[in-house]
């Protein structure tokens, strides 16, 4: 897989009839590994091993119901309270992270009012806080550590 821009982290990978799986810790199954799946994993390990989030607190590839569709977000980090702290929109490498990308996690957050947000395709990370009563969002040079 392309090497993309975070820190190296070990990974258990599985040939599963002729496709390579990769290992999520947090559904704690072996998965397809897709482009988009490696940038995923990769979030994952730098929300954990970076950022010190405690793994309990992150949910992977979940349902969420948007004005009658069925999406699905690709990582989020809760609070110890059950308010949502994080929402990660994930993107495969080759895809250029622009204005429609930051409108679709914008959708999302409607309906689950993240604190902050993440986008990222992997080599190019994007973090944001919400400003709900200015209505924007002020973007940061770095996501807060776990305390």
Request: charged share 25%; net charge positive.
């Amino acid at each position: 897989m392309q090497q993309l821009n975070f820190n190296t982290y070990q990974f258990r990978f599985k040939n599963i009839e002729g496709k390579i799986s990769i290992f999520d810790e947090i559904r704690r199954k072996f998965i397809v590994l897709t482009p988009e799946e490696w940038v995923r994993q990769n979030v994952v390990q730098y929300l954990l091993q970076e950022k010190k989030y405690p793994k309990s607190y992150i949910n992977v590839e979940k349902v969420i119901k948007l004005n009658g569709l069925i999406k699905r977000y690709d990582v989020v980090v809760f609070q110890p309270n059950g308010k949502l702290f994080l929402l990660v929109e994930c993107k495969s490498a080759d895809i250029i992270i622009n204005q429609t990308t930051f409108d679709q996690i914008a959708r999302y957050n409607m309906a689950l009012e993240s604190e902050y947000l993440m986008v990222t395709n992997g080599l190019n990370h994007y973090f944001c806080q919400m400003d709900y009563q200015s209505e924007k969002y002020n973007f940061l040079k770095e996501l807060p550590d776990f305390n």
